[in-house]
DNA sequence: CCTCCGCCGGAAAACCTTTTCCTCAGAAAA
DNA sequence: TTTTCTGAGGAAAAGGTTTTCCGGCGGAGG
């Protein structure tokens, strides 16, 4: 029914539409030269008023607007910056994108996107071809390898990471502060009374687990035990996970992010485990589902739309000095948001305050 | 500390970057002219192995990739396809691109993205931007007026809508069939027993509203009577107006969407209003969410991202015979999911739940 | 009154690729 | 051997816009 045979056409064929009016048409009915044209649409030279009026009704006569390609091809600069994001249904990029998508409107740029599937290769290509076409690429690609990272980033002129970082700090970049967004959890956790913590870590390569293992490994000791659960980034993840972290026969389990912790809490529904009842649960990022779920979800908060902005700042800056000292990262320190999902152990007979026993 | 300054600079300079290999770097290189070259790659015109060994290793050695504007300015096509949503946060816009980029780069096309905010006046313009860029438009404007879209139509020149029809069905576009969708609502809370229902409208202006309303009508009787409850389409509106579908004291509600129903649900438990017991409650759409939620939501499903896909295919579609009989309309029959979120009305047995006799 | 300066507007080049047109060489047919 | 045909590859134009370079005109100063 939907044939590719229509869809060959169109890649080929593009003339069948009606030839739209070009910067000489508009020349011609105001009797002038398409320089006039030009230079009263762009304002680079002062033009006499009787002509400018003259140009300004053909234009509006004939419904001109400039060819992009052609200003693209003379500028060297398109205009549109590209990003490049695992998934878009992940609420997390979704509004990444989102930030970036406004941040560019206000410059009257274009956002160009590309949607790797989670498809672990995928994102180099991406990246690169998008470059072809946009002056500039936001990467969120948290699994690839640092090497990978640094040879895109010699290819891809002004290439902006969102949570991780390439070539030690050389690729500018923003990044949530993980490692004190984990560490905030955990004194958290805590604080409650937990001894023994489950954690549903992320995709085996991702950049953030370093710091999240950082501040994991910072945290346990005697009296804080963290067991470690692979698991993964989607809620489908989440959900396989859950009855590992509760087979750990933890008081706390920690996701490694909402996305994930949804799954979780819907797995433990199912089991009948209540939550923060039987166990406490957390998540990462605060997505605006949190605050709609029963239980409302413990998390630290990410303003997304922030790091989509910000991405595009540092793409805009980056300009500057030819790419000199293009290294710059930003980090977003994200904040502790109590909500209901966690509550002491119940399996504490006393809920010890914060007595640390050496 | 994110200067405009900054900004504008790249906005202005864009010739810092190092200047790319041309083709004609690359014919030099290689020793052949630039039309061999371009043949080489295109593979229009067959070439000789030597030369053709001789061409690909210099676009090798140059890291050559030829400029997009240059090659949109000549063939007048510049293989992407812009997509107009209202919010890409929205998971139900999330998946519709999703969908249309994924088809789009298996035809080895570009997506443009514009996010209008929810503002009602900046799709128009939206769409007419992306249109200079993009060789086709994907609308998602369920609110625009249908005068509005009939202008937007003929400057656009292949517009795509999603969920609304255009010019009596003029313009292409893919739909949900929703009216069928709210029919199998009602048909399943009528089989459960329920006699007054709340309906949680959508935007006033929301074009799917006509169909709905008639299978509304269509539905009501004696025996089944259904009051309108003025809402909109995100779940910040469905938690506001919760309170005034419990205030008509019906035994179900039908929310908009799936994610108004999210709102509805938080406000609900917010109330101490168990779902389903004190009352029923259903969605629209089956978004990833709505099984992960408990209770989980009874909706129907209506796949988005093929919804994407087919706008896709209708844009690739609408290359053939100039854009002649353009006019092309394809429906997408929602299925009907029952899930816990439904349940006979309690008012058969017990006398009133505690609904608050506002 | 003449000359010089400044400003406005037009002509043309440049941006990079594809494609048409043409040439030239080699092979097949007579 | 000569003529014709085929096929490969080069030269050049086209595509729409911006920008540089100039020419011409008017005004001001000498």
């Not at 009026?53 to 001109?64: E, K, P, T």
């Not at 949570?163 to 004194?187: K, L």
């Amino acid at each position: 029914m939907w044939s590719n045979a229509a869809m060959d056409r169109v890649r080929t064929d593009a003339g069948a539409r009606p030839p739209r009016a070009t910067i000489i048409d508009v020349a011609r009915e105001a009797a002038v030269s398409p320089a006039t044209v030009s230079r009263v649409l762009t304002g680079t030279k002062p033009v006499s008023a009787d002509l400018e009026q003259r140009v300004r009704a053909a234009v509006n006569r004939l419904g001109y607007r400039p060819n992009p390609a052609a200003q693209g091809l003379l500028r060297g600069a398109t205009h549109a910056v590209g990003v490049v994001v695992p998934d878009v249904g992940n609420p997390y990029f979704a509004e990444v994108l989102k930030g970036v998508t406004n941040a560019a409107e206000e410059s009257d740029f274009r956002t160009l996107v590309a949607d790797t599937g989670e498809k672990g290769g995928a994102e180099h290509d991406a990246a690169l071809e998008l470059s072809r076409w946009a002056d500039g690429v936001v990467l969120c690609s948290p699994r690839m390898p640092q090497r990978e990272l640094a040879k895109l980033a010699q290819a891809v002129p002004h290439l902006v990471c969102v949570n991780r970082v390439g070539r030690g700090g050389q690729v500018p970049a923003v990044v949530v502060d993980f490692e004190a967004g984990m560490a905030a959890i955990c004194r958290h956790l805590r604080e409650l009374g937990h001894r023994r913590i489950a954690y549903l870590r992320g995709p085996a390569r991702a950049w953030s687990e370093r710091a999240r293992q950082r501040a994991l490994r910072a945290a346990s000791g005697p009296d804080f035990e963290v067991l470690q659960v692979p698991c993964g980034s989607s809620s489908a993840d989440g959900r396989r996970a859950a009855d590992a972290a509760l087979a750990t026969r933890a008081t706390a389990v920690m996701a490694f992010s909402d996305y994930v912790a949804l799954g979780v809490l819907a797995r433990f529904d199912e089991l009948g485990v209540s939550v923060p009842g039987d166990v406490s649960l957390t998540g990462f990022d605060d997505i605006a589902l949190s605050e709609l779920l029963r239980p409302r979800l413990t998390t630290v908060k990410v303003s997304k739309q922030d790091l989509g902005r910000r991405a595009w700042e540092l793409f805009a800056a980056s300009g500057d000095v030819g790419g000199g000292e293009s290294g710059r990262v930003v980090t977003a320190i994200p904040e502790l948001i109590t909500r209901d999902s966690t509550a002491p152990p119940a399996t504490a007979t006393t809920p010890l305050p914060k007595t640390a026993k050496a």
